[in-house]
């Protein structure tokens, strides 16, 4: 089977390590979330996988594609939607759908279909044609959202997506994540709210000081942490202090 | 009670001073050696030029006639034009930049100290600018034999405060009228609109003809002569408060100083209900995009193509910076057309080579919008699209504005002087793909809120579009002139500076990786 995600020995430094020596592996179809104090490398993690910062060493694989010898291959089946919304606030979000859908080379009748639908599903219907200048975090996290699934990716990277997000909103962006897990996609996600990652992910992982301190499914997280039945805030604060102690 | 008492108008004063010369320092921090040098010889040519005339002018006293003070009001007009341009620009940016507006509103400062304030910085910041200039070329002559025309200073000033109480007035009442989403628009075009007469005034001789605005000189002159030019007592003022004469001095700065008061104090609370207005305004008026429903375009260029179109369409500041251009334009093609219908050939050359230059110009400055100051670059890196489709796409929309700026004007040329129209259309389009390459080679990340002045842009970047726009009009001087072999000379220095300056795509990306 090809994995979705396989990370092998990345390393990145700035002026200090970020990232250091991470294997990472993630399974098709599953929903990955990365949980990780302020600083332990998570996004630049993320940011190296989705092609935005070159790592200094090691080795990336999206479903079987080298991401590094032929990133516009891997970019064409992955989906980056950072924290901060990548949108113009003078396009509307139609026009915004409009012009992703192009970078991405969709055939323009199918992209429309789908930013009418995604805009729809989104509870965007009603602003489709106006511009993104004057709307709320929220309705710009959802509008950035249509634009990372307008060419239905493999693969969707998302660093924070619920910040900003009221509880109708998160809770219909949760629905949309489940659902496209459910359907056989992958989905990576980073969030520091725990529960997220408790109530929806597959297998979490557990970075911190820019290395990879545990993987996989609550249960096994657990039995790492020593914490059986406990919560995973109690096996995170746990084996981040362990981590920190090592 | 101490004068410096916090929340009083002194103390805060003192903070927005200094906050300007922190702000100041941190951007001429970010200039260079380039920028000082430059800065430091047009003073030193300002200064030789300003010795000169006061040693012309040490005996020399301006005559007590109507031709002067009718030239001193021309003179206040013009200066006051200039000064409402920038003072309106400024008024409506305040309402918008919130900087630390809701801090200092939600404190318990008056909102009239808090206006009170902000707009003495307006025009203090503004007074400032023509102190620099005419420092250097008056104070000469002040200090060897005129110590009365301090006077002059004193007229800015009351200019200053006077201007800043219309800029101020109009942005209220433009906020009154159409509204908080509208006003940053209308003031911003209309303060580009104000100077551009400031602009146009000044080239009044270019656009008369010579012949024209020498008799309207020489009849206003004739007029004064022959004592038929009467102006009323107050229409000296100036020129007697310029002379350092004390009552018409004290008028003036009264005047200027009353009408300040008078607008930033019954203002104030007006101005903080509008700063609040703003917020979320623009959201809640944001009416839907018109237009048909039509399809989405296809692939990466004209995708981007019309990404970028649109939003060089919708921005208003950068619409109304680039209409200033056009509008240095005119003068211009006035000459052009002017001598293209009587034959004049040396004018004529000279006016192809300026359309040149100014499209290279204007090309520059949009090539760096599109290229340098894009407001996703995460979104372009994370897609697959290749970066030379989103290069091409994003020049071309720089340059379609700089052919639809220069249609009219070369549609006139070729029905006039169809030689030349070719000429001027080869070289302008020569200099705007010039400068709009130089902007792909040497990019800058930036924000597009500094396009007005060009403060994001490479300044090596921006010489360069300078040096090769100047050697491609001078090419097109050259050809228009009847000589066109010798304009392969500048052609061919062009086209060499150009090759030194290219890079190639993993240069401009390593740069850019360190520019992030």
């Not at chain 2, 200027?256 to 104030?268: M, N, T």
């Not at chain 2, 509008?274 to 623009?282: C, D, I, K, L, V």
Request: include cysteine; charge should be positive; charged fraction near 15%.
């Amino acid at each position: 089977m090809t994995e979705a995600l396989i990370v092998r020995g990345l390393d990145k430094t700035f002026s200090k390590p970020a990232v250091r020596d991470l294997d990472l592996t993630v399974h098709p179809g599953e929903l990955y979330a990365l949980l990780g104090p302020n600083g332990a490398g998570k996004t630049t993690t993320l940011r190296m996988v989705a092609g935005l910062t070159k790592p200094d060493k090691g080795a990336i694989s999206i479903f079987g594609i080298d991401a590094l010898a032929d990133p516009a291959a891997a970019k064409a089946i992955t989906a980056w939607a950072p924290d901060e919304a990548m949108i113009y606030d003078r396009l509307t979000p139609l026009e915004y759908l409009e012009f992703v859908a192009g970078l991405w080379s969709i055939e323009p009748k199918l992209a429309k279909a789908r930013a009418v639908e995604l805009l729809d599903t989104l509870g965007l219907a009603g602003e489709a044609r106006r511009r993104c200048e004057g709307f709320s975090r929220g309705m710009k996290q959802k509008v950035a959202l249509a634009g990372a699934l307008i060419h239905d990716p493999k693969l969707l990277i998302l660093d924070e997506p619920l910040t900003g997000l009221d509880a109708a909103a998160a809770r219909l962006v949760k629905d949309m994540l489940q659902a496209r897990v459910d359907a056989g996609g992958t989905v990576i996600l980073t969030t520091h709210i725990l529960e997220v990652a408790e109530r929806m992910a597959d297998r979490i992982g557990i970075i911190a000081g820019g290395r990879l301190l545990a993987e996989g499914s609550l249960d096994v997280l657990r039995g790492q942490a020593g914490k059986d039945g406990g919560t995973l805030e109690d096996v995170f604060l746990q084996l981040t202090a362990d981590g920190a102690a090592a | 009670m101490s004068l410096l008492r916090p929340g009083g108008v002194p103390w805060l004063l003192i903070h927005e001073i200094q906050l300007y010369w922190r702000g100041l320092a941190g951007k001429k921090a970010g200039r260079g050696v380039g920028a000082w040098i430059g800065g430091s010889i047009l003073l030193l040519v300002m200064l030789v030029g300003g010795v000169s005339l006061g040693l012309v002018l040490r005996r020399v006293d301006v005559p007590m006639v109507p031709l002067a003070a009718t030239i001193t009001l021309a003179c206040c007009a013009t200066a006051f034009t200039l000064m409402l341009s920038q003072t309106l620009a400024a008024a409506s940016e305040a309402l918008y930049e919130r900087g630390d507006l809701d801090l200092l509103f939600s404190s318990p400062i008056p909102p009239r100290t808090v206006l009170f304030v902000r707009a003495l910085g307006v025009a203090a910041g503004v007074m400032t600018v023509f102190l620099i200039f005419l420092t250097p070329l008056v104070g000469p002559a002040i200090i060897l034999g005129h110590p009365a025309w301090l006077g002059l200073f004193g007229v800015l000033a009351a200019l200053a405060l006077l201007a800043t109480a219309a800029g101020l007035s109009l942005a209220m009442a433009l906020f009154s009228l159409i509204g908080p989403r509208r006003t940053r628009t209308v003031a911003q075009v209309l303060a580009a609109l104000v100077g551009a007469a400031f602009f146009l005034t000044s080239q009044i001789r270019t656009i008369l003809g010579k012949s024209a605005s020498e008799s309207l000189f020489q009849t206003l002159a004739r007029e004064s002569a022959e004592g038929r030019l009467k102006l009323p007592p107050i229409g000296w003022w100036p020129l007697r408060a310029m002379l350092g004469e004390p009552l018409p001095l004290l008028a003036v700065l009264a005047l200027g100083a009353g009408a300040f008061a008078l607008s930033a104090l019954s203002l104030g609370r007006r101005f903080a209900d509008a700063a609040a207005a703003t917020q979320g305004a623009e959201a809640a008026a944001a009416k839907p995009v018109k237009g048909r429903d039509r399809a989405f375009a296809g692939g990466v260029f004209a995708a981007t193509l019309a990404k970028e179109l649109r939003l060089i369409l919708r921005d208003a500041g950068l619409l109304s910076q680039v209409l200033l251009r056009v509008l240095y334009l005119v003068p211009t093609a006035v000459i052009l057309s002017r001598n293209a219908a009587h034959g004049g050939g040396g004018a004529l050359a000279g006016g192809a080579g300026v359309v040149v230059f100014l499209a290279g110009q204007v090309a520059g400055s949009l090539a760096w919008i599109t290229l340098s100051a894009e407001e996703s670059p995460d979104l372009l890196a994370v897609s697959p699209a290749a970066i030379r489709s989103l290069r091409r796409a994003k020049l071309a929309a720089a340059l379609a504005p700089v052919a639809l700026m220069l249609a009219i004007p070369l549609a006139v040329l070729t029905w006039l002087a169809p030689l030349t129209a070719l000429w001027t259309a080869i070289g302008a389009g020569l200099a705007a793909w010039a400068c709009g390459l130089i902007n792909v080679w040497h990019q800058k990340p930036g924000k597009r809120a500094d396009f007005k002045r060009r403060r994001g842009a490479s300044w090596f970047a921006t010489l360069a579009e300078v040096g090769v726009s100047a050697l491609l009009a001078g090419a097109v001087g050259l050809a228009v002139a009847g000589l066109p072999l010798w304009g392969l000379a500048p052609l061919t220095i062009a086209g060499i500076v150009l090759l030194a300056l290219r890079r190639s795509d993993a240069q401009i990306a390593k740069t850019l990786r360190l520019a992030a």
